[in-house]
């Protein structure tokens, strides 16, 4: 059984580091608590190893309304954006 990987923590807008998602698999992300306003979790892969990223399909991962969200590879590499939140929030990534 999978174990959930932090990857990010505070409250301030912050990035994850580059994740590889295999063809076939896929990714949840979530968060400890429950986002709230205008917080979100916003997905990008980039086209040329990590220099420069555009959005992924439905790049808005976490919101209010929906507290996870699946990604799907294959995505050689995919960075997780938080924005700023009111509460400190750890984001999780779970296969």
Same mark, same amino acid.
């Given at each position: 059984?999978?174990? %959930? ?5 505070? #409250? &301030?807008?912050? &990035? @994850?580091?580059? /994740? @590889?998602?295999? @063809?076939?698999? @896929?990714?949840?992300?979530? #968060? =400890? ?9 916003? %997905? ?15 790049? /808005?991962?976490? =919101?209010? =309304?929906?507290?996870?969200?699946? /990604? ?11 924005? =700023?939140?009111? %509460?400190?929030? #750890?984001?999780?990534?779970? &296969?």
């Amino acid at each position: 059984m999978a174990i %959930a990987t932090a990857i990010n923590f505070g #409250t &301030s807008s912050r &990035s @994850s580091s580059a /994740i @590889s998602i295999a @063809s076939g698999a @896929s990714i949840v992300v979530f #968060t =400890d608590g429950n986002l709230v306003d205008l917080e979100h979790i916003y %997905a990008e892969r980039s086209y040329d190893g990590g220099s420069n990223y555009r959005p992924v399909p439905d790049a /808005i991962v976490c =919101d209010n =309304d929906k507290q996870e969200g699946r /990604i799907y590879g294959p995505i050689t590499t995919l960075r997780l954006t938080i924005s =700023d939140t009111a %509460a400190a929030r #750890t984001v999780y990534t779970d &296969s």
